[in-house]
């Protein structure tokens, strides 16, 4: 039995990519482009701060986020890798803006994702 919708990443994973994309990248915009809930994007990163993975400052009203590039990945089957080793390696990418559909859902589209080349 094949399961769909699988990915590599963890939404943990996304979250950070995402973040080191865009610093100021609101929570809402976060969820849309990663298909899961702003209050899962706000759990996840309690969890990347609780890590000291990365530090958020406050520019008055809206977050900033600065990830810690220099942290070790946490499980011991990477633990020799580098946060901003595995960003580096997530930047050899087009950089995703935004869905134009929710995460998983079919289309006919063969290119369901907007592009910026970096």
């Not at 809402?28 to 000291?52: H, N």
């Amino acid at each position: 039995m094949r399961r769909k919708g699988w990915t590599f990443l963890s939404n943990h994973g996304h979250v950070l990519v995402c973040l080191a994309d865009d610093p100021d990248m609101r929570l809402k915009d976060m969820a849309a482009s990663i298909g899961i809930t702003e209050r899962a994007v706000q759990q996840i990163i309690a969890d990347l701060e609780g890590a000291q993975v990365i530090t958020r400052h406050k520019e008055g009203r809206r977050n900033r986020y600065m990830v810690r590039r220099d942290v070790r990945f946490r499980h011991p089957l990477e633990a020799g890798l580098r946060v901003g080793e595995f960003l580096d390696m997530t930047r050899r990418r087009p950089r995703l803006r935004q869905l134009t559909r929710p995460w998983g859902r079919p289309s006919g589209d063969a290119d369901d994702l907007e592009r910026d080349a970096l």
